[in-house]
């Protein structure tokens, strides 16, 4: 009998099975639910055999692709895929790992993890890992799983085995100040989000610790309340000026447009639907706010997306222009963020007839950019020929303006009456 007759046998009393949920008593429910995990361990194992007999026969690059796009393409989620490939890559150098997943006491996750720390252990050591060194390695961690660990905690176990092994080790590189295992990953969330996590070196973690406490540090509401923003609020907020002073050309100091291109996509008869390459779809609010600072180039186009215009970047605010508002406003006119973390904010937008001059515009952060956009909040120059604050009924039912917050510490009474 072929291993596909096999499978499908197997496929077939699995698909078979049923729950009596009225006559199952609860030691029964434990010990099939432990069956069931072993013969889940089990085809764990055998997929990861099978990937690499895929490999080895290069079914995938035979028509152009990878073993793991293969495996996307045949239903396996992406990180099911590379961990498939992680643990077959390993059924000949980590045979007693290999035996145990064979007998079913080991889960794929678990395997995984054994493997990776492995690796990890091995590039704490300036010269390869010979075969005793690995198989005691992989002794420790198998025995972290067998008294209970998790995956991540095999995978801290190895950490902690590789930076013993590295302090031991002349050249030896500890796991904190190794650049080479950096990592950052990024994935659209089902809602339109963007995920993002980073495993990084001392150096950089320092560099990302500093900014994130310089940029996210709290500031006042404009009435003088405590930041109502929470922590990860704050740093993702630093996040996106560190990413903005970036592309200001890496100087926090220039007041230039941004470097860094976005293009944002409008269909001519539905410009409800406009859209960024990456992110997808947006409002009519958030495509407003983009459009006042960056370098936005607009595409419009028709129902063929073949475009018709394309916007220039002479609707953003000069090099002057922002000169003129930073002498003007000197910082963030809602939260007093410093100018260099600023964007230049159309008051009345361009598709409202707003111009791109002095009296038309105010510097905004982005957090604040987001809270004229979408938070009720709203903008509009005084007879001092200042920007002032109206605030949504949330913040005060009675909408009283605020002035910029670089003439706060003046009283209303001593300046003009808003117009």
């Known amino acids: 009998m072929s291993i596909i007759d096999n499978i499908s046998d197997i496929s077939d009393a699995v698909h078979d099975l049923s729950v009596d949920d009225e006559n199952l008593t609860g030691p029964q429910a434990f010990d099939a639910m432990r069956a069931l995990l072993t013969l889940r361990n089990l085809i764990d194992h055998h997929a990861a055999v099978l990937t690499a007999a895929l490999e080895r026969l ?20 992406p990180a099911a895929a590379q961990r498939l490939i992680r643990v077959a890559g390993s059924l000949t150098t980590l045979p007693t790992l290999a035996a145990h997943a064979a007998d079913g006491v080991l889960s794929g996750e678990h395997a995984d993890a054994v493997v990776r720390g492995v690796e990890h252990i091995g590039k704490r050591s300036p ?70 996590e980073a495993d990084l070196d001392t150096e950089v973690g320092e560099k990302f610790h500093v900014d994130m406490e310089h940029y996210g540090a709290p500031r006042p509401e404009p009435d003088g309340s405590p930041d109502a923003r929470s922590t990860e609020r704050r740093f993702a907020d630093a996040l996106e000026a560190v990413l903005d002073i970036a592309a200001r050309s890496g100087d926090p100091e220039r007041a230039l447009a941004p470097r ?18 990456f992110m997808g779809s947006v409002t009519p609010a958030t495509m407003k706010a983009l459009a006042c600072d960056p370098a936005i180039t607009t595409i419009i186009v028709d129902g063929e997306t073949v475009p018709l215009d394309v916007g220039r970047e002479k609707r953003l605010f000069t090099p002057a222009h922002r000169k003129a508002l930073l002498i003007r406003d000197k910082c963030c006119i809602k939260c007093g963020a410093p100018a260099s973390r600023t964007q230049a904010h159309h008051i009345a937008h361009r598709s409202e007839g707003g111009d791109t001059c002095l009296e038309n515009g105010c510097l ?11 938070n009720g909040w709203d903008v509009f120059i005084g007879a001092d020929k200042h920007a002032w604050l109206t605030p949504p009924t949330t913040v005060d039912p009675h909408r009283r303006p605020i002035p910029s917050y670089n003439r706060r510490t003046l009283t209303l009474d001593n300046l003009p009456t808003a117009a």
């Open 58 to 77: 290069r079914v995938a690059k035979d028509h152009g692709r990878s073993t793991r796009e293969l495996l996307i393409v045949m239903g396996f989620a």
């Open 127 to 196: 010269e390869p890992i010979d075969d005793a060194m690995r198989l005691n390695y992989v002794t420790d961690l198998l025995g972290q799983h067998f008294s209970g660990a998790t995956p991540a905690e095999i995978v801290d176990r190895a950490r902690t085995l590789g930076n013993v092994l590295a302090d031991d080790t002349d050249g030896g590189l500890p796991a904190a100040e190794d650049r080479s295992i950096n990592t950052l990953t990024k994935s659209k969330t089902t809602d339109g989000r963007l995920h993002v």
């Open 260 to 277: 860094t291109q976005v293009l944002l996509t409008i269909p001519a008869d539905t410009p409800t639907l406009a859209e960024l390459p």
């Open 364 to 374: 905004l952060c982005p957090s604040c950019h987001a809270d004229i956009h979408h």
